[in-house]
């Protein structure tokens, strides 16, 4: 797959605005500029041989990466499951706005592989656990899951408490608008391999997997994410078909998170702030100290 075939937006996409806005505070108010996060729709199409084109999602992003982005989504919904399934990936229609942003992106198929159509059925504006049980939810995970999360990972309960510092160190654009959301890439030995930013939580996500996807390095082997707030289902869903074995996260699990990480075989630390962590299923990946 070439992805520099067609037109690829980079850095014409803005990702921040500045914006006049009062401050006020217990001495008063005054007149400031405060930069924000830019949010913007991303239409996801999808072509090939034998698929007129068509629509098949739209999420709420922060431009750039919009490739990685596209990538990332079709993967986890198991659409695609190797970069060589994959012609081209590009934007398309005119650019939206003064800014000039590009708000839709194509991705063409390579000839001959089949797309099964009870996955383009779903109705991707929702969430994938939105309308069924906690119960129905893990079995449809499980049940597309090919990847099984091996067991070569493990890390001490001080490489833990770093993770999070150490993706905030690498957090750009959370220092220059301090909201957006963040996952990161952790290595064999603790350190971060890679971060990627998006409005979206889900959406960062998806960025971090579309990079690995392109760099041909899914499924992972000793490999975990580190996430900038909670961790939802749909998290864990994506983590668990990329082959992730730990998930770390600033912030708390929801129920159905921990019994899919549970059920998938990922150890999930929550709460990693203050030199302190919970630990929530599968604690044997962390040394004792």
């Known amino acids: 797959m070439n992805t520099d075939k067609g037109f690829v937006a980079r850095e014409s996409q803005p990702r921040r605005e500045t914006m006049a806005i009062t401050r006020v505070s217990s001495t008063g108010s005054v007149s400031e ?35 990685e982005l596209a990538l990332g989504f079709l993967y986890t919904e198991g659409i695609i499951r190797s970069q060589d399934q994959v012609v081209t990936v590009e934007h398309c229609r005119p650019p939206a706005g003064e800014e000039g942003i590009h708000n839709s992106i194509r991705v063409v198929l390579a000839v001959g592989d089949a797309v099964d159509p009870a996955l383009l059925e779903r109705h991707f504006y929702t969430t994938s656990s939105c309308g069924v049980c906690g119960k129905t939810s893990i079995e449809a995970v499980m049940n597309k899951r090919e990847v099984e999360v091996p067991q070569s990972l493990t890390l001490t309960a001080e490489q833990v408490q770093q993770l999070p510092i150490l993706l905030r160190e690498q957090q750009s654009e959370f220092s220059a608008t301090g909201g957006i959301h963040a996952s990161g890439l952790i290595g064999p030995n603790g350190s971060l391999l890679r971060v990627r930013e998006d409005v979206g939580r889900h959406n960062a ?14 499924p992972l082997g000793a490999n975990g994410i580190v996430l900038s707030g909670r961790i939802s289902f749909e998290l864990v869903q994506k983590a668990a078909i990329a082959g992730a074995q730990i998930i770390v996260a600033i912030g708390p699990p929801s129920s159905l998170a921990v019994a899919l990480a549970e059920q998938t075989g990922i150890t999930l630390a929550g ?17 004792p100290t």
């Open 33 to 67: 500029g405060d930069t924000i996060t830019i949010e913007e729709p991303l239409e996801i199409r999808l072509a090939g041989p034998g698929l007129d084109e068509f629509p098949l999602a739209i999420t709420m992003r922060t431009p750039g990466n919009d490739n």
């Open 271 to 287: 709460f990693v702030r203050n030199n302190q962590f919970n630990l929530y299923s599968h604690a044997h990946r962390l040394m």
């Open 205 to 218: 996500m998806d960025k971090l997997i579309g990079s690995l996807l392109l760099d041909n390095d899914l």
